[in-house]
């Protein structure tokens, strides 16, 4: 069980979806995902975000137990996506009296989903806005493109406590209990959820340096209140596009083995230097984990067959998510193959070149259908120029 503890008057009310197939119908969540939100019970008494339409019933049940009785005074919308406002149109008729905060932004996406903005409720913020809930104060901080343009995050000074949207996000519902530290889903989500906003983070993370901050409270994944420093670095790292570790990423794809096997072959090789290295056949291993591994490492090897004249699908997926990632700054070797009309590697190079950055080796290796023993020598030279430096 993953930490929901916040403080005695700011209350976890989040839930778990253990049954999603897809997050976002695009990523596979095998431990689920959580929906955070928070209440904080003071004079007034704030709503912090809702949770997806999928999970209302459940989050309802927390929100009631929590309140005790007390009504809703605010409704805090740091997001309108909706596995944040899901449930937003709910909670906002079942307590009329609510005054409903957000951005000028922020209802326009409310009018957009809902055909209402409740213009008669609204408490419009902006950059460095604050609200009194009693002792409880809030400050908003607008966090546009973290994820999506209206996104604002808020700091609760007197308990110190960053409401911090979907950053310092990770997948995993927090009843999982599969021992998995917090760096590989809250890897794998920063990539692949914002890793396209890598500016707009490091905006965010140049805002929150200057506040004292003991807990952050993210809108999905456990609460954060050790080791902040921890988590604020491997945003840094992230959202400047350096790679975090030392190592190659070995992404294949191969029509009917025989890419595979060249593939295979460079990772033995890599193991018996001793290099850190992962392996993914783009085909069948989960993309968002290679585009993963790929920010994670200074190096990578792209091998491919050639399909339809062009670049085999599965590795042309994957160059077109690294590219939607802003994907940069790395040095990379190309391993292509061919039977007919090798062109594999001549389109993996243009498609890398439109990214920031990257090195590509000078040694690409060309397979005729299946790899020899002249391909071997090439392969140890094309690693020896990948790992030089
Ligand atoms: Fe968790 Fe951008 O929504």
């Known amino acids: 069980m993953q930490n929901t503890k916040v403080s005695e008057t700011v209350k976890y009310?989040?839930?778990?979806?253990?049954?999603?197939?897809?997050?976002?119908?695009?990523?596979?969540?095998p431990e689920g995902?959580?929906?955070?939100?928070?209440?904080?019970?003071?004079e007034k008494v704030a709503?912090?975000?809702?949770?997806?339409s999928r999970e209302t019933e459940g989050w309802l049940q927390n929100l009631e137990q929590t309140l005790c009785g007390r009504t809703v005074d605010y409704i805090v919308v740091h997001h309108m996506e909706p596995d944040h406002s899901g449930s937003l149109k709910l909670l906002a008729e079942k307590y009329p009296e609510a005054k409903i905060v957000g951005n000028a932004k922020t209802f326009q996406f409310m009018f957009q989903f809902f055909g209402n903005d409740y213009k008669e409720r609204q408490l419009v913020?902006?950059?460095?806005?604050?609200?009194?809930?009693?002792?409880?104060?809030?400050?908003?901080f607008m966090a546009p493109m973290v994820h999506w343009p209206e996104v604002m995050v808020s700091y609760e000074s007197f308990e110190k406590i960053l409401f911090s949207a979907d950053a310092f996000?990770?997948?995993?519902a927090l009843s999982s209990d599969n021992g998995e530290d917090w760096l590989c889903e809250g890897r794998r989500y920063f990539v692949n959820i914002v890793g396209k906003y890598g500016p707009q983070v490091q905006a965010l993370l140049k805002k929150t340096a200057a506040l004292e901050i003991q807990i952050i409270c993210p809108l999905h994944g456990p609460v954060l209140n050790e080791d902040l420093a921890f988590y604020i670095d491997k945003y840094n790292t992230w959202s400047s596009y350096q790679p975090e570790d030392k190592g190659v990423t070995v992404a294949y794809a191969s029509i009917h083995g025989n890419t595979a096997k060249a593939a295979r072959y460079i990772a033995n090789l890599l193991e018996e230097k001793?290099?850190?290295?992962?392996?993914?056949?783009?085909?069948?291993?989960?993309?968002?984990?290679?585009?993963?591994?790929?920010?994670?490492?200074?190096?990578?090897?792209?091998?491919?067959?050639?399909?339809?004249g062009g670049i085999f699908s599965s590795m042309d997926y994957?160059?077109?998510?690294l590219k939607h990632k802003n994907f940069q700054n790395r040095k990379i070797a190309i391993v292509?193959?061919?039977?007919w009309a090798p062109m594999a590697g001549k389109q993996m190079k243009a498609a890398l070149e439109t990214m920031k950055n990257i090195t590509l080796c000078e040694n690409t290796v060309t397979l005729r259908s299946a790899m020899k023993e002249e391909n071997k020598g090439q392969i140890a030279a094309m690693i020896a120029e990948l790992l030089a430096d």
Request: hydrophobic share 40%; no cysteine.
């Open 169 to 172: 996000g990770k997948f995993g």
């Open 336 to 339: 292509e193959n061919g039977t």
């Open 13 to 29: 009310i989040g839930v778990d979806d253990t049954t999603i197939d897809l997050f976002e119908s695009q990523y596979v969540v």
């Open 274 to 308: 001793g290099i850190t290295y992962e392996l993914f056949d783009l085909s069948r291993d989960d993309v968002a984990e290679a585009v993963e591994s790929a920010f994670r490492y200074d190096k990578m090897i792209l091998a491919a067959a050639t399909y339809d």
């Open 47 to 52: 709503v912090m975000d809702t949770v997806d």
């Open 33 to 42: 995902i959580s929906y955070n939100s928070y209440v904080i019970l003071d």
């Open 125 to 140: 913020v902006k950059e460095g806005d604050m609200l009194s809930l009693g002792v409880h104060t809030l400050t908003f």
């Open 318 to 321: 994957f160059l077109s998510r």
